[in-house]
């Protein structure tokens, strides 16, 4: 269980979710405490620089795709890390809105 266990089931069940995210990894893109609208993604549609909803290493993250190899998805934040790899299964959503 992490923060956005509660919001991952949500998209699974084909809901859009909102939340506050806190945290400065995304500065820039998304500012800690803005509203954010995440929805269902069909992972064949992502390009480099969406925003997800995501598992990585266990830890949940709203962050970037910074790369893709088939289906396998590089993921990072707006300040230069790279969280690492994943499989179109550890992705949850898509940020379509930020407020």
Known sequence: ????SEYIDRLQAGETVQF???GNS??????SGQLCTVGPVDTATL????????K???K???HLVKAIQGKRF?????????NGWVGENS????????E
Request: proline share 2%.
């Open 56 to 58: 990585v290493n266990g």
């Open 91 to 98: 992705i949850f959503g898509k940020c379509t809105r930020i």
């Open 26 to 31: 995304m500065k820039g893109k998304i500012e």
């Open 20 to 22: 506050r995210p806190r």
């Open 74 to 82: 590089q993921i990072g934040n707006n300040r230069g890390r790279i």
């Open 47 to 54: 390009k480099a620089g969406d925003i997800v909803l995501c």
């Open 1 to 4: 269980m992490g923060w956005a």
């Open 60 to 62: 949940h993250f709203l």
